[in-house]
């Protein structure tokens, strides 16, 4: 068999170029996968506390919990609220009993009465899932039972879930626990069935005192976004690079 | 090969294809990934809508004005228009057609998440008007001489 330089080289390149692109460069999308992209790429939910504004009345936990059908009396949250006293010793007092759903309305932390004249600050951090840009909670989900939307929130597949609990021990924040009643795993999902449907969640629709409140970040009009881009806000856990969206402003270095 | 090493063989061959057959029964179809991250994106496509049509139970006070004017527009007017009606009364679904009449929180409890003192400094629960519990008339319900829907006034 003979063959030319010239054809030798055409085919040696037809070659390199067949193998080289992938078939799913070939891939269309249906009218209806496009649109989806297309409004996805409109909203990312990101959410913003304010711990100045948080007087610590526990309503946004009261509020989740008959909102999302967590067991009142189960000591399981989607969103909590911790205090933090910090007295003139250097002393942390940390609690949250019962993720301060019925409030905080004595002096009392941990069975230990703190003396008002010895707090140098005090202060009530709400804290719920970060719907973070890098899921490490997702990683490690064995079924596929739990993964990020298009507007960056992420849910848990009730039905494909086996409850194992991989998702628990992985977030950084501790925000996932184990669903007494549908043995899965739960978290707080910005109550997705609230904001697609245009309402606020029901914990920023229970706060007296704007101290929580959801943006879309992709929308550059939104009063939320704005303040989350141009004011000081921090994050929590950032060196675990799992990129949260629930913004804090007033954070303290005694917050973990 | 001997047949006692193919033997084994064969039944990892064949377990492989029972798996797989059995796989296209049992997940669903629309199991896949949808976005651009197999990490983060893999998941039951219809899940999502199953969330979005999870039941709303608080309703806002756009729902309860349409029976309630007159409270609301109480409420509107005073210190405590902040306030939610679904805080106090708990959430509206359901009402007035099956759950003929809300909770009415009259705990002392419930006002004092708010207005118990703690001598805070610099703290936004110092600025809101607040008694110690253990001082100012213990274990009475505060409703009976605050009226909750505009704290200025008496409850009639």
Not at chain 1, 227 to 234: D, H, L, S
Not at chain 2, 107 to 129: F, G, K, Q, T, V
Request: proline residues 7%; charged residues 25%; contains cysteine.
């Amino acid at each position: 068999m003979s063959c030319s330089r010239r054809d030798f080289l055409k085919q040696a390149c037809g070659g390199t170029l067949a193998s080289v692109l992938p078939v799913s460069a070939f891939t269309f999308l249906s009218m209806e996968e496009a649109r989806a992209a297309v409004e996805n790429a409109n909203v990312r939910w990101a959410f913003l506390v304010d711990t100045r504004k948080c007087v610590g009345c526990g309503l946004c936990v009261k509020a989740c919990k008959n909102e999302n059908e967590i067991p009142y009396d189960a000591p399981v949250m989607r969103t909590w609220v911790e205090r933090y006293v910090i007295t003139n010793d250097g002393t942390a007092h940390i609690d949250s009993p019962m993720g301060g759903r019925d409030g905080f309305i004595d002096n009392v932390i941990n069975g230990e009465e703190i003396d008002p004249d010895t707090i140098d600050k005090a202060f009530f951090v709400p804290k719920l899932c970060n719907q973070c840009d890098n899921p490490p909670c997702v990683q490690v989900c064995p079924v596929g039972a739990t993964y990020q939307t298009g507007d960056g929130v992420v849910l848990v597949d009730r039905e494909w879930c086996i409850g194992c609990g991989y998702c628990i021990m992985a977030c950084p924040y501790g925000v996932r626990f184990f669903h007494p009643v549908h043995k899965v795993a739960d978290k707080c999902n910005f109550c997705y069935h609230r904001i697609t449907k245009g309402m606020n969640p029901a914990c920023v629709e229970s706060c007296a005192f704007d101290a929580r409140r959801i943006a879309n970040l992709r929308d550059p009009d939104d009063p939320v976004t704005k303040i989350i881009t141009t004011e000081r806000v921090a994050v929590l856990k950032d060196e675990y690079g799992t990129k949260p969206h629930v913004f804090y402003i007033g954070l303290d270095e005694n917050v973990r | 090969m001997k047949w006692h090493v193919l033997r084994p063989l064969w039944l990892a061959i064949g377990l492989v294809v029972v798996i797989l057959i059995a796989r296209q029964f049992l997940v669903p179809d629309d199991f896949g990934v949808h976005g651009e991250s197999f990490t983060y994106n893999f998941h039951r496509l219809s899940n999502v809508q199953e969330w979005k049509d999870f039941p709303v139970k608080h309703l806002g006070r756009e729902s309860c004005v349409e029976c309630h004017e007159e409270n609301v527009t109480v409420l509107n007017a005073s210190p405590h228009a902040a306030i939610e009606c679904e805080n106090c009364h708990g959430p509206a679904v359901g009402h007035p057609d099956d759950v003929e009449f809300l909770p009415i929180e009259r705990a002392r409890e419930h006002c004092l998440r708010c207005h118990a003192s703690l001598d805070y400094p610099n703290h936004a629960r110092s600025e809101l008007p607040n008694v110690r519990d253990r001082t100012h008339k213990r274990r009475r319900e505060c409703v009976k001489c605050h009226y909750p829907h505009d704290p200025r006034e008496k409850p009639e």
